[in-house]
């Protein structure tokens, strides 16, 4: 069942082709951030994938962008989501929330648990999945 929606996810996120990141950089030192699954698309230069995040409570991921987007689900505990041109909103276990290739944004637990999504990504091949901002 997993794989049908992760492939689901795939098809639809490769149809927009708005980009999106494969290689991990610079992070929060509490942030868990681990690769669960990355294959080329069969559109040449793109590849997709899937990570779990997981902010322990007080942890934050510092400021940073996605060349291309994210589409994420909350699982556990919530991530507060501070994204440029929006107010800040908190995301719950079971909501999903999508972010937009280039705006800078960053994940904040606010809460008394750990936070952890699952995000799904398409990006051009050999980019960075998170560039941090200073």
């Known amino acids: ?35 669960l699954v990355q294959h080329d698309l069969p559109v040449q ?15 934050r991921e510092g400021r940073h962008t996605h060349p291309g987007p994210l589409f994420v689900y909350v699982t556990e505990g919530a991530f507060t989501v501070d994204y440029e041109g929006q107010p800040t909103k908190t995301y719950h276990a079971g909501e999903t929330f999508y972010v937009e290739g280039g705006k800078v944004h ?14 799904s990504f398409v990006t051009p091949k050999g980019q960075p999945l998170t560039t941090q901002v200073k």
């Open 45 to 59: 230069g793109w590849t997709s994938g899937l990570i779990s995040v997981e902010i322990p409570v007080g942890g």
């Open 106 to 119: 960053e994940g904040i637990n606010m809460g008394n648990v750990p936070a952890r999504a699952i995000a």
């Open 1 to 35: 069942m997993l794989r049908n929606v992760t492939a689901g996810l795939v098809l639809v996120l490769a149809a927009f082709t708005l980009g999106g990141p494969p290689a991990f950089s610079a992070q929060g030192p509490d942030v868990v951030r681990k690769m």
